[in-house]
């Protein structure tokens, strides 16, 4: 079996995912094609040695449908030879792509691929591609349809998170965040982008709010108690979970991810493609998995994801030194903490989707790419990234500095 | 048999004049749709005519199909057996070439709507009496002839979604602006205008089936999916594990709408003949229809007693009891006395009835003549200055002592042949009869709380109480619009009896540690309204341990069970109800987890699986009908399941305590029973009853 290296990570900053966004008025092709461009710049790579570009991409339609990723090479100008595809595992598309690139690379079927991810919030919502989720009433039965920010209510209230501790949770993302852009840890990764006039649009991340505190944040309400209590999606979730007589609905806007736009690329490749190119590795992947969980409480696979991930290398969580656990919710991040006995100082170091936003398709491809720069940064020996998707999933990836 | 439907031509526009000569409404059955179907095949072969109208004989348009033969579908092919007539005859006549158009009057509901839906235009009279609508998930079954697909076709998803989700029908008016109805004339002139709009050029091709049709609203727009995935969770929070219909129905629309007419009307049929094959829909027809019908005709009434006439009445007793039965008695058009200690009493009592009335008025039931009348016919009297009446029904706090004066001051009250009741939950019917002047005029009428909702009325037969008495008592049930059901007299009669055991089997698993909040979801999944132990709560500790006080010489029921035990610890507690606090803390946001339960009731080590939970709770139920049903508490298996439906708001799609027997199978159910009797005590023995059943693989109910 082959290693599988990464080469390099790039990404664009994130904009807000609003018609008043910083990147609303370019198209999910021009932000596959900004970073496509910066990373074949950067390694200096000959594009056509490309073997595959594969995006990931939750919502692939209208703009963003019919193979972002072929679209996006092509868009930036790229060789005909290099095909494209795109994996969609909702939240985990953008680490699925990275997974699956470095599958092939390490199946031996594959010397050099591009992965990443696109997604743009403000162009295509959650759920844009619709699908049996919310509409077939009998799935919806099967699958206990509810929405995430209600699962993600769900969790705090089994794990008797207050409406303090995931408020807590949020301003430390937050100040860790505001840390990581003052001392611009990241900033030899972002791309700025600019339009065909060569304005620039967005030079870096729009959504993080400095100086969040738990007293600022107090004042949110709840932004998923309307659709639990009167939506009556809380009276089905009590069938499920008996033991509850309410939901507590403690996350708002303030405490779960960001709506933003953005995409992200690396760079994976095989040793030979290293040594015959060249190329400096900034890290290893080692091992990843995936898992499935009730898809009612949905978002707690996390912990199920790396566990299946660390057995695979005959690691445990001690052996890692930092993780990058997506921060869709605060209660998932918490709920992490609880099953995996892992502590705040090793998750999150620079912050998370609730400062910087959650691109969907593209969040996957970003936290490995942050958490290369910050093994690198902190010298530490391995990482892992670990997200939960929808309809109870989850995937994670295992680095290792090289 | 041709009589069924008459033909008149007029100006070459051929009139089809439903009018069966057999019923008292135009029902689709086989026979009448054949000779539609006759009809309609004659109109399309014959050059001179260029039209057809469909209308009715009688005050009414058509009903639905033939309940009694649907209820006998047993598997998903019977009912489309049943269907493929008047499913290939709508289509027919809707692709046939020539326009039809349906003259509506009085109700078009169900498979009338639907056969006034394949018509390519609709004339409604303008009368109050005129109602459209599909109701058929109030029988917990779906429109099967094309109206989940026709009807949003014709006026859109977002609007025909409700109509055939709550089985709310629309009068004519509010069918002319939803676009259902294309005119609304005059009564006389209903039928010339049909045969105008007939013959006025009309396209005989239905507007979603022209070319240029767009779909008003697509499923698979932003719009659709959102109105689906928001209608979805309201919808399914409603349901109890037993009722299919409504997802079928939003499965139906979803499906079919995203697809043209024909596959849209194949996916119907598919989710029709599920659902009419189904225990859910033959629960609901046999107790919700067919036996609730029987129930309201006095079916039980003793032949061959004069009707009784019922003018003055008094209701001794002006609490919340005596109140709402003396409102439903005025509301009834009796003059009523009402009757309690004092003026003081009294006077608050004729208050209350004030605020029933306004609830009423409020929620649109009554209007403010009526509600006048009502105040009007209700007087406060004292007890002295009762005389010449027809009923008196007493209502005093639940103590022997304090009916048993009322009761003989009472009889001296009446006419001769009087009716004298008693609303008692518990207290035996025979012992009361002791304190009455003539014991033979005297029963129970147990009503229940609100009263002027509740439709039931358990009707109890003492040891002496007459043939005569019992024929007026329902007379007077009837009368109020009310249900009754006829109990004999035993402890707690059966009502109280069952609700005991259930109510009892929920503080026994308390007792045992289990999670209440448990035990409650448990039984909302199940299709309670309220969980067990949330209504304990409401009905307050101190009264229930009376009523289990008064339960307790059941002793085949009692076995086992730990209710007073859970009783005695709540109220050692100073844990008395809702107002004060019990099982849970009551507050503005609903119940919440009392901090002292862990201490009343230590959890248990290991938690009691929620199956275990499910059927501890329903079969606990069903088994002390059983008993009841051969201690002859009751006569007859249904009469149980319609007590359990309007008493306790059993699930209806369940059936009821004795249709939950058949949907388990007998067999299964008293393995099962055995079970629960091992484990949890021998209240779980299956009765002799059940046993022969289940060795017979026989059915409480046949159908």
């Known amino acids: 079996m082959s290693a599988a290296f990464i080469v390099d990570a790039v990404r664009t900053p994130r904009g807000r995912g609003r018609p008043d966004g910083g990147l609303h008025t370019l198209s999910p092709i021009d932000l596959g094609a900004t970073v496509l461009r910066a990373l074949v710049g950067r390694t200096g790579i000959d594009a056509a040695a490309v073997e595959d570009c594969i995006f990931g991409c939750a919502e692939a339609v209208n703009d963003q449908g019919a193979n972002v990723a072929r679209s996006s090479w092509l868009h930036a100008g790229l060789p005909e030879d290099v095909p494209g595809m795109v994996v969609s595992r909702f939240c985990g598309s953008g680490l699925d792509a990275v997974n699956a690139a470095a599958a092939k690379v390490m199946a031996g079927q594959a010397d050099m691929i591009v992965a990443g991810g696109v997604e743009m919030l403000s162009l295509v919502p959650m759920l844009g591609t619709g699908g049996p989720t919310g509409s077939d009433a009998w799935f919806n039965a099967t699958s206990w349809l509810t929405p995430q920010g209600?699962?993600?209510?769900?969790?705090?209230?089994?794990?008797?998170?207050?409406?303090a501790d995931v408020d807590a949770f949020a301003a430390e993302s937050q100040a860790r965040a505001a840390a990581a852009v003052k001392d611009g840890r990241h900033s030899g990764s972002i791309v700025p982008v600019h339009d065909f006039n060569g304005d620039l649009l967005l030079a870096g991340d729009e959504h993080p709010r400095p100086g969040t505190t738990v007293e600022s944040l107090a004042s949110l309400r709840p932004a998923f108690a309307e659709a639990g209590m009167k939506g009556g999606f809380d009276a089905l979730l009590k069938r499920r979970y008996p033991e509850l007589l309410h939901i507590e609905h403690v996350h708002h806007a303030g405490n779960s991810s960001g709506i933003v736009d953005g995409a992200a690329a690396l760079l994976i490749v095989s040793e030979a493609a290293l040594q015959r190119n060249g190329l400096t590795p900034r890290a290893r992947i080692s091992a990843f998995a995936q898992a499935g969980v009730d898809p009612s409480i949905m978002l707690i696979g996390p912990d199920e994801a790396a566990r299946r991930c660390l057995a695979r290398t005959g690691r445990g969580y001690d052996d890692i030194d930092l993780f990058e656990i997506?921060?869709?919710?605060?209660?998932?991040?918490?709920?992490?903490?609880?099953?995996?006995?892992?502590?705040?100082?090793?998750?999150?170091?620079?912050?998370?989707?609730?400062a910087y936003g959650h691109p969907v398709g593209a969040t996957g491809a970003m936290l490995v790419g942050t958490l290369v720069d910050d093994l690198g940064r902190l010298g530490a020996r391995r990482g892992m990234v670990s997200m939960c998707v929808g309809l109870g999933m989850a995937v994670a990836t295992m680095l290792e500095a090289v | 048999m041709d009589t069924i439907i008459s033909r008149t031509d007029r100006d070459g526009i051929a009139i089809l004049t439903w009018d069966d000569p057999g019923r008292r409404v135009n029902v689709k059955s086989r026979q009448a749709i054949a000779t539609l179907a006759g009809h309609v095949e004659a109109v399309l072969a014959d050059e001179r005519i260029g039209g057809y109208v469909i209308a009715s004989g009688k005050p009414d348009f058509v009903a639905g199909g033939d309940i009694e033969d649907l209820?006998?579908?047993?598997?998903?092919?019977?009912?489309?057996?049943?269907?493929?007539?008047?499913?290939?005859?709508?289509?027919?006549?809707?692709?046939?070439?020539?326009?039809?158009?349906?003259?509506?009057?009085?109700?078009?509901?169900?498979?009338?709507?639907?056969?006034?839906l394949a018509c390519h235009a609709r004339v409604a009279a303008d009368l109050p009496e005129t109602c459209l609508g599909l109701p058929e998930v109030t029988l917990g079954l779906m429109p099967g002839a094309g109206g989940t697909q026709r009807l949003p076709r014709l006026i859109g998803l977002k609007a025909a979604m409700p109509m055939i989700l709550d089985g709310k029908p629309v009068s004519a008016r509010q069918a002319l602006e939803l676009g259902l109805v294309d005119q609304v004339v005059p009564e006389e002139r209903l039928l010339a205008a049909a045969c105008a709009l007939a013959g006025s050029g009309l396209a005989p091709v239905q507007r979603w089936e022209r070319p240029a049709h767009a779909a008003e609203f697509d499923p698979q727009s932003a719009a659709g999916r959102r109105l689906f995935a928001l209608q979805w969770p309201k919808t399914k929070a409603r349901l109890g594990e037993a009722d299919i219909a409504p997802e079928a129905i939003l499965m139906a629309l979803h499906h079919g709408l995203e697809r043209g007419l024909e596959a849209g009307l194949a996916i119907e049929a598919r989710h029709f003949d599920r659902l009419a094959s189904s225990d859910a829909a033959r629960n609901t027809i046999r107790t919700g229809f067919v036996g609730m019908n029987a129930a309201r005709r006095i079916a039980a009434r003793p032949a061959g007693v004069a009707v009784r006439e019922f003018?003055?009445?008094?209701?001794?007793?002006?609490?919340?009891?005596?109140?709402?039965?003396?409102?439903?008695?005025?509301?009834?058009?009796?003059?009523?006395?009402?009757?309690?200690?004092?003026?003081?009493?009294?006077?608050?009592?004729?208050?209350?009835?004030?605020?029933?009335?306004?609830?009423?008025?409020?929620?649109?039931?009554?209007?403010?003549?009526?509600?006048?009348?009502?105040l009007a016919r209700l007087t406060p009297a004292p007890m002295q200055a009762l005389a010449d009446l027809d009923v008196v029904v007493e209502a005093v706090f639940e103590d022997e002592a304090a009916k048993a004066g009322v009761l003989a001051a009472a009889s001296g009250a009446l006419r001769?042949?009087?009716?004298?009741?008693?609303?008692?939950?518990?207290?035996?019917?025979?012992?009361?009869?002791?304190?009455?002047?003539?014991?033979?005029?005297?029963?129970?009428?147990?009503?229940?709380?609100?009263?002027?909702?509740?439709?039931?009325?358990?009707?109890?037969?003492?040891?002496?109480?007459?043939?005569?008495?019992?024929?007026?008592?329902?007379?007077?049930?009837?009368?109020?619009?009310?249900?009754?059901?006829?109990?004999?007299?035993?402890?707690?009669?059966f009502t109280s009896r069952v609700i005991g055991a259930y109510t009892g089997e929920a503080l026994t698993m308390l007792a045992e540690g289990v999670d209440p909040a448990v035990v409650d979801n448990v039984a909302l999944a199940f299709g309670m309204p309220v969980g067990p132990l949330h209504m304990a709560d409401l009905t307050g500790i101190p009264v229930l341990t009376m009523i289990f006080a008064s339960l307790a010489a059941n002793e085949a029921g009692m076995a086992g069970l730990r209710a007073d035990e859970a009783l005695a610890a709540l109220g050692a507690r100073g844990r008395t109800g809702k107002a004060a606090g019990g099982i849970y803390d009551h507050g503005p946001d609903g119940v919440a987890r009392w901090p002292g339960l862990a201490e009343a009731f230590p959890a248990r080590q290991t938690p009691l699986p929620r199956e275990i939970i499910r059927r501890r709770l329903a079969y606990a139920q069903s088994i002390e009908a059983v008993r009841a049903l051969e201690e002859k508490v009751i006569a007859a298996a249904l009469d149980g399941d319609i007590a359990a439906r309007l008493g306790w708001r059993y699930p209806l799609a369940h059936g009821g305590v004795f249709a939950f027997v058949d949907s388990v199978g007998a067999r299964r159910f008293v393995a099962e029973s055995r079970e629960l009797a091992a484990a949890f005590g021998r209240r779980f023995d299956p009765p002799a009853t059940l046993v022969r059943l289940a060795e017979r693989d026989e059915r409480f109910h046949p159908l």
Do not use: W
């Open chain 2, 416 to 493: 001769p042949g009087g009716l004298v009741a008693s609303n008692t939950s518990t207290l035996p019917i025979s012992r009361l009869a002791r304190h009455c002047a003539r014991p033979a005029d005297f029963l129970g009428l147990h009503f229940f709380a609100p009263v002027e909702r509740i439709e039931l009325v358990e009707v109890i037969r003492g040891g002496e109480t007459s043939e005569a008495t019992l024929a007026g008592a329902l007379d007077l049930v009837k009368r109020l619009r009310k249900i009754p059901v006829v109990v004999g007299d035993g402890p707690g009669f």
């Open chain 1, 326 to 354: 997506n921060e869709a919710f605060a209660a998932v991040v918490l709920d992490f903490m609880r099953r995996s006995g892992v502590g705040r100082d090793r998750i999150n170091v620079s912050g998370g989707a609730i």
């Open chain 2, 71 to 116: 209820r006998r579908c047993a598997t998903p092919a019977d009912a489309a057996a049943l269907l493929a007539p008047v499913r290939q005859l709508l289509r027919r006549m809707e692709t046939g070439g020539k326009p039809a158009v349906a003259a509506l009057r009085g109700n078009a509901l169900g498979g009338g709507l639907e056969l006034a």
């Open chain 2, 311 to 374: 003018r003055r009445a008094a209701v001794i007793g002006a609490g919340l009891m005596g109140c709402g039965i003396a409102y439903s008695l005025a509301a009834s058009g009796l003059d009523v006395l009402l009757v309690d200690r004092d003026e003081d009493r009294t006077g608050q009592g004729v208050a209350a009835i004030g605020r029933i009335a306004g609830r009423q008025l409020a929620a649109g039931r009554i209007d403010t003549t009526a509600r006048d009348a009502i």
């Open chain 1, 150 to 163: 209600v699962a993600a209510d769900l969790i705090a209230t089994v794990n008797g998170f207050a409406r």
